[in-house]
């Protein structure tokens, strides 16, 4: 069954500083798409970015990359420069496009990212 | 405004009172998605339709719960008889490809 795995309940960083997020998955499936999203402490889920299981390049998106490594099956995603406004919970999640065509996302238990003065 | 918006955002009810929630989605999205998340943890898919097709439910949704998409436009969320192990937020998405939120309904059953 499809899994994911974030294993660090919190983490610190020092503001301008960069992160990395840990995220690792567990799928039979050939194609697949992993998620990273954001919410703040107002409730709302924010898309960060998106990896596809055969894109051959690590998304980027502004400050925000993805380690993808297919064979170890972890997706982390790194943040550099950290500002104030990060602080917030981080999931990952993941879409089965071949065995499941509801594309529902299934996430992990989360991320509290919080960033130092 | 036009994000996926839900409402309330935020529900009180006693226990044994029925709730309902509204989700409007980015209009050309087909897709829509219910999940539930309880406190510390990540959000849990409910359901899901496209169009005004409701193709899939979880096991986490049970008789007490009922979801509609009329028209493939908005879609609301029932809760019967509410219990207190209901209170959770409850979260509207909508696609294309990537799935976007909205911010949610929180409830809380007293």
């Known amino acids: 069954a499809q899994k994911i795995t974030q294993t660090q309940p919190g983490m610190f960083v020092q503001e301008k500083e960069a992160v990395t997020l840990d995220c690792t998955y567990d799928?039979?499936?050939?194609?697949?798409?992993l998620f990273w999203y954001k919410q703040p402490s107002s409730g709302e889920m924010i898309f960060l970015i998106y990896?596809?299981?055969?894109?051959?390049q690590n998304a980027t998106e502004g400050r925000y990359s993805l380690n993808f490594q297919k064979a170890r099956k972890s997706a982390n995603l790194v943040i550099s420069a950290s500002q104030l406004g990060d602080s917030a919970m981080y999931f990952c999640?993941?879409?089965?496009?071949?065995?499941?065509?509801?594309?529902?996302?299934?996430f992990g238990s989360g991320t509290r990212l919080l960033v130092r003065p | 405004d036009t994000g996926v918006s839900q409402d309330p955002r935020h529900k009180i009810t006693k226990r044994g009172q029925n709730v309902t929630f509204r989700c409007d989605p980015i209009?050309?999205?087909?897709?829509l998605y219910w999940y539930r998340q309880t406190l510390g943890q990540g959000p849990e898919f409910l359901t899901y339709?496209?169009?005004?097709?409701?193709?899939?439910k979880s096991r986490l949704l049970s008789d007490r719960f009922s979801a509609e998409r009329p028209k493939g436009s908005f879609s609301t969320l029932e809760i019967q008889r509410t219990e207190q192990g209901d209170s959770a937020m409850y979260l509207c998405?909508?696609?294309?490809?990537?799935?976007?939120f909205g911010q949610g309904t929180r409830l809380t059953v007293v």
């Open positions: 339709f496209q169009n005004e097709a409701q193709l899939e």
């Open positions: 209009s050309e999205h087909n897709r």
């Open positions: 998405a909508s696609s294309v490809q990537v799935a976007f």
């Open positions: 799928t039979s499936d050939q194609s697949y798409g």
């Open positions: 990896q596809g299981s055969y894109d051959e």
């Open positions: 999640a993941m879409r089965e496009a071949w065995m499941d065509s509801s594309y529902k996302l299934i």
